[in-house]
């Protein structure tokens, strides 16, 4: 080993690292080597004084054990993290909640309910609900709403274009009262509930008819009472209370009675042979609806015969020729022989009936001005006698010419249409040329038949009438103009017609002076059916079969604004035909009627119904001219229009046709038609108000409390801290590299928030920066806890109060600016109109309803009309009595002479819609008026007329007066009517009585030619008084005998004795009958009242009685 | 830091870190109080240390400048007035550790971790480089040139 081997190893040597092998070569070479040997000896030197240098550098014992100990790290430390982690936590929820809480706005969804308080039960129901912005006022499509009406929901729509929903429901069919409705709206910026209550209703119509107009006493009053409900027109079943009066105001009956499932309830009342005569009020009472009808109770005698008389116009001008034609038929069908006497004012003209029973006059209108009377009388060839009467106006007025606008209202701005309207007084069209001057230009223009001219004029308009001239010369200056001064709006609302029947379309078209979209509601009876928008300026309604009756079209722009108005009719839908058909064209007296009747509905298809259905002597009618008004039309019209008859018919220029007052009642009422009540909307400014308060107090709380903990934690710390250098603290937090940092991160977050947000007043952007800090600072709370922890506290001190800071300033940005104030546009795209696939569906809906409608319409057949089918042989010749010689077979005596033939107020037909009646035919020689109507379940109504004829070609009548009295000469008329075809004479034999005395034979002789009427007279003196009856046989070719009763009256003073007094048990009267009194001529009518009634009676009595 | 793992590391560096103090203060007193504030430090900034390998190298610079802040007050408390124990003639057997300690403190600290280890702890080649994170060789290199370095200075020393 050389010294430069050797050199690198002497410090493994020194150390004694050597491996063994090289020890022993290292050892070898420094034995033989001086100067390695002494560099060795210098290192080792080297070694110890290295060795001796280091010696006493070394911590003293227990160095380590204080520096553990002054670290402080023997402390429990997750007590600190827990601490810190609940801080942390603390502080999130504070912030959060505060941002929260901030963050809430009020929904701007607003929504508007207008409609009507009353729904009928189960009918059409519509609500018109706009779905719009609060703030912004902008509509809201395709929102969804629901309606809930009596907690079932009716149905869900979507909004439109125009936030509102196109569409009716059905009422549920619940009890009458009141019941909830909830309108359910969810839009994109919300939604909402609205709740009110509303009234449903059943109203009643009743409908009481009797079975003739007038009556006898003792025969029997029938009263019929048919209950329908007024909206729907189905039957309504329940209980009714009926009520009569007499004519003095006394309660002669008031019964209770049930209505049936075809709201058909029933009465009769037999009446005594001593009444009170005069009008008699007959009451019905059916769920508190009222309905009242007089009937007539007087004595009198049918008439023989029909005098009709008819002239050529209702008014003549001085002057005028008055034609007119009078007609008298007997009422089993054949026409009257005889003289007439006419009397025209103060002329008198003469005359013989023709073949054809007519007769023809000419007089001339009087001088004078005012309302003549026309009479006419007849006399048959059996001298009976009739009279009728009519009126006529006289009148130099000239024609009238009405200016009407459409609608009644005026719509400025936009071509109104106007009719003008040349009448006669009487109401009679004229047809006229009319000069006008129209907006300073001249026009003139021809009225049509039906006295009316149209023309379109641009409102505001001045018409002035130049001048309007008839056919007859005559000429007026004076225009009626029926406009509503207080009704003008800016819509128009215009009809293809004014009547419709349910099932049609009526197309509305809409003008209007603005752009936009128009509401249109169809109203009944205050009840909203339909609603639409329309975004053009026409729309189509198909009216719907349970929609009729005067119904009301509103249009307007804003919700609650006055509204464009127009009425139109539609009329019932078609209802039932009744078809009766009698065996025979005519019976004989005591034969044995059978009548058929088949019920079928507008299509033809049979249905079960309750047929009302009564048989009366034409005779009674040809007595008292029954107005008999259209059940249908009474039925269906608004009371305000319940008299224009007019207005039914369908071209609507016919409204005019009429007497000018229709048309004036029409106006009245387009006028009186108001917008539809706001039943409620969302209280949007007053809930924003609740949240902006509720915001506010929460805010404040949470400042207070905020404010509070800041002070208890700077507090804390400062206590904590006291006495630490300030310089130190500062130098310290230099030092820390976190806190460094998230101060610097709080700071810019804090003012980038605060600049996006009060530029831009961004709520939401606030809101992520805010959720951000709050997150930030909550790690920072965490870890200034963990620094705080490890004595670092002052690192942590800066962000810990930083972040207070930075919290508080957060919430104290965002109170009152986040609420409602919004700019963010959150309904931007729900406003922008757009057609959904919900709208073309339904319209597409629609187009199909209408062409199947279309398919169905069209093959309709035409319903055949009701006939009386004769028999196969004709029964009218009476049987021959075969004059071969031997005893003739004494004729039947006719004696039964009702004038209520039969009545039936409810005969249920069978599913087959069939009924069947056989009527015994009573012994009159007349015609009967059998009127039938039908009401179905489905409220489906009809009625019919039809006459059953009762004849035979030979018979005789007693002519007697209404009343004899005894002592009394008279002679009777027995008229003998030959309708053989061949002469023959007839003898007429009277059957002797004791109640008489004959003046002259038993036995008269008539010779009559073939159809002719003749009249034997058999003088009497009248013996007795009372109900007595005559008897006449009458033998020709053939027979007949006839017996009838008149009343004979005692001759004498009636003196009236009452006693009233108050029974109980057994009770005595006395009455003293005068000494002079007529022998057997002495009545005694007892009366017994309820105890409490009985007053209330006689004070109605009292009250009544003229004078009280 | 865990207690346990903050005396395990007092334990493995007090001597090294009280020697850097010392190596400038030359004061016991003053050198434990700052080898004491260094592992303070490193106990506070332990979980934040990125390297944990790194902590011995942080410690002696976090002792040398305690150390040397120390020195530098102390000037500044006595400006020239009270003179520096250092400055004081000191025995012969002083001056010359002083200069060992002089040489200790110029080392590059790989060396100066070895030469602790070799000293102060006496340990073998083998433990000294499990210790340092070296090998063998390199140990016994890296001692051979210390050796040289303070026989230098001590030579020097002698010259001069």
Sequence with gaps: MSCDELRPKLSWYLDGELPQAELEAVREHLAACRACAAEVAELRACDEEIGAALEGVRPSRGFAAKVVAASGARRPRWVFRLAAAAAALILCLAGGSSLYVNSLEASPLQVLLHGTERFHADSMGALRVFVRNGQSRLPIASASVRILLAGREVGSWRTGPAGTIDGGFRVPDVADGTWPLAVEVDSPVGKDVIRRSVTVTREVRLLVTTDKPVYQPGQTVRLRALALNAFTLKPRAGDAVFEVHDSKGNRILREPAKLSEFGIGSLELPLADEVNLGTWRVRVDASGVVQERAIEVAKYALPKFKVDLELDRPSYRPGDAVKGTVRAAYFFGKTVRGRVLARVGAETLTGELREDGSWEFQAPAPAAEGLIKVEATVTDTADHRETKATGAHVSRESFRVTLYPEGGQIARGLENAFYLIAAYPDGRPAKAEIALEVNGAALTMTTDELGVARMAVKAPYLIRLDRARDAAGSETRVLRDLRESSSSTDLLVRLDKASYRAGETMSVEVLSTAPGPVYLDVVKGGQLLLTRVLDGAKTEIDLPPDLFGTIQLLAYRDAGAAPAVRVAHVGVPEGLSIRPRAAKEAFRPGEEMPVEFEVVDKDGKPVQAALGISVVDEALFGLVESKIASEKAWLSLAPELLDTRGFLQADPRAIFGGPNADAQRFVSANARARALPRLAETPWAARLAALRERVRSFNERFLTLAKASAVIVVLGLLVALFGAPLLDLLRRVRDSQFSGMLVLFLGVLSIGSLLIGSVLGFHGVVFIFSALLVAFLAHGVYSTGWWFLRGNAAAGLGSLVLGFAALLFAAQFTVGRSVGDSLLPLDAPAAAPEKGAGFEARMREIRRYRSEERLESSPRSEAPGPSIVAGAPRAEAAPVMKETGGAREPARVREWFPETLFWQPQLITDEKGRARLTLPAADSITSWRLMADAIARSGALGSQQARLRVFQDFFVDIDFPVALTKGDRVHVPVAVYNYLPEPQSVAVRVERQPWFELLDGERKTVALKAGEVGVAYFGLRVRESGRKALTVHAEGKTADAIRRTVEVFEKGREVPISVSERIRGRKAFAFEIPANAIEGASVVFARIAPPKGDLLEGLEGMVRLPGG | ?160
């Excluded at chain 2, 009280?18 to 190596?23: D, E, G, L, N």
């Excluded at chain 2, 305690?66 to 000037?75: E, M, Q």
Aim: charged share 35%; hydrophobic share 40%.
């Design chain 2, 1 to 160: 830091m865990e207690r346990q793992a903050f005396e395990r590391l007092v334990r493995e560096h007090q001597e090294m870190v009280f020697c850097v103090a010392y190596s400038h203060c030359r004061d016991r007193a003053a050198a434990e109080d700052v080898a004491q504030e260094a592992f303070l430090k490193a106990f506070r900034a332990a979980d934040e240390m990125k390297e944990p390998a790194r902590m011995k190298t942080w410690l002696y610079s976090v002792a040398r400048n305690g150390a040397v802040d120390w020195v530098r007050r102390r000037r500044h408390e006595r400006p020239g007035g009270v003179p520096d124990r250092a400055a004081e003639a000191p025995p012969p057997a002083e001056e010359r550790a002083g200069r060992v300690l002089a040489v200790l403190d110029s080392l590059q600290e790989d060396h100066r971790e070895i030469m602790l280890l070799r000293y102060v702890k006496g340990l073998s080649y083998a433990e000294i480089a499990k210790a340092a994170g070296s090998t063998v060789g390199a140990v016994g290199e890296k001692l051979h040139r210390i050796r040289e370095a303070v026989r230098r200075k001590l030579r020097l020393e002698v010259e001069s």
